[in-house]
């Protein structure tokens, strides 16, 4: 008889949907391999396949990592496309390993927020508009393109800021567009939009913390100009 493939069992016990239910970390090694392969062979399924590939390498992921495509391949019910991704994944965890984690910048005051995001502004002959999304301490956690325009304003969706900040799990956003003319200063339409897009987020209790303008000279921020309400 046909072992079962992933699809097919019991949905409690389908490690891809146990994954989702209860996050990555409630599975076992077995479990997260069994998700690469799909399927097991005929005399076994893929966790049990897994299992015993696993204790042939003393349950050693480190052991597991030194092994190449055809090793992989001496195992019933591993083909040459299932070795590989076995692979695949493995090397991406030994090079995330060796990878230092790059350390998020801290931005909060205008001048800091002008000096990482300034660049990305500069010489642009039409406005954009953007949302920085920052943790409870103001570490980056994301940028976000909201809106691209004309030489003189740019439409501005608050549903989509605020939603880019849930995704993210944002404590406070900073606001950000530049000017082209090169006009140092906010108009009207500047602080029409920023106070509405305050008032949502405060509805989330999401802080929006700043509103800095950029032209290729400098910039203008609402908070130091005491904008903010």
Same mark, same amino acid.
């Given at each position: 008889?046909?072992?079962?493939?992933?699809?097919?069992?019991?949905?409690?016990?389908?490690?891809?949907?146990?994954?989702?239910?209860?996050?990555? %970390?409630?599975?076992?090694?077995?479990?997260?391999?069994?998700? +690469?392969?799909?399927?097991?062979?005929?005399?076994? @399924?893929?966790?049990?396949?897994?299992?015993?590939?696993?204790?042939?390498?003393?349950?050693?992921?480190?052991?597991?990592?030194? +092994?190449?495509?055809?090793?992989?391949?001496?195992?019933?019910?591993?083909?040459?496309?299932?070795?590989?991704?076995?692979?695949?994944? +493995?090397?991406?965890?030994?090079?995330?390993?060796?990878?230092?984690?790059?350390?998020?910048?801290?931005?909060?005051?205008?001048?800091?927020?002008?000096? $990482?995001?300034?660049?990305?502004?500069?010489?642009?002959? $039409?406005?954009?508009?953007?949302?920085?999304?920052?943790?409870?301490?103001?570490?980056?956690?994301?940028?976000?393109?909201?809106? %691209?325009?004309?030489?003189?304003?740019?439409?501005?969706?608050?549903?989509?800021?605020?939603? $880019?900040?849930?995704?993210?799990?944002?404590?406070?956003?900073?606001?950000?567009?530049?000017?082209?003319?090169? @006009?140092?200063?906010?108009?009207?339409?500047?602080?029409?939009?920023?106070?509405?897009?305050?008032?949502?987020?405060?509805?989330?209790?999401?802080?929006?913390?700043?509103?800095?303008?950029? @032209?290729?000279?400098?910039? $203008?921020?609402?908070?130091?100009?005491?904008?903010?309400?």
């Amino acid at each position: 008889m046909n072992k079962l493939i992933i699809r097919e069992w019991a949905e409690a016990d389908r490690p891809r949907e146990k994954l989702m239910e209860h996050g990555r %970390r409630a599975l076992t090694d077995a479990e997260l391999l069994a998700i +690469l392969i799909g399927s097991g062979s005929r005399e076994e @399924t893929a966790v049990e396949l897994c299992k015993r590939i696993l204790k042939d390498q003393n349950n050693d992921l480190h052991n597991l990592s030194q +092994l190449d495509v055809s090793d992989f391949c001496r195992y019933k019910g591993i083909g040459e496309a299932k070795a590989i991704s076995i692979v695949a994944a +493995l090397e991406l965890g030994r090079r995330r390993k060796d990878e230092k984690p790059v350390e998020k910048p801290i931005l909060n005051t205008s001048s800091r927020v002008y000096k $990482y995001f300034g660049a990305r502004l500069k010489d642009l002959p $039409y406005e954009e508009f953007w949302a920085i999304y920052l943790s409870r301490n103001c570490k980056l956690l994301e940028s976000k393109l909201i809106g %691209r325009g004309g030489n003189d304003s740019t439409p501005v969706d608050v549903r989509i800021i605020l939603r $880019y900040a849930l995704q993210n799990n944002a404590s406070s956003i900073v606001l950000v567009h530049n000017h082209p003319s090169g @006009t140092l200063a906010a108009s009207e339409a500047d602080q029409d939009i920023t106070r509405k897009i305050w008032e949502a987020a405060r509805v989330m209790d999401i802080r929006i913390i700043d509103h800095v303008i950029f @032209t290729d000279e400098g910039y $203008y921020s609402m908070r130091d100009e005491g904008y903010m309400m």
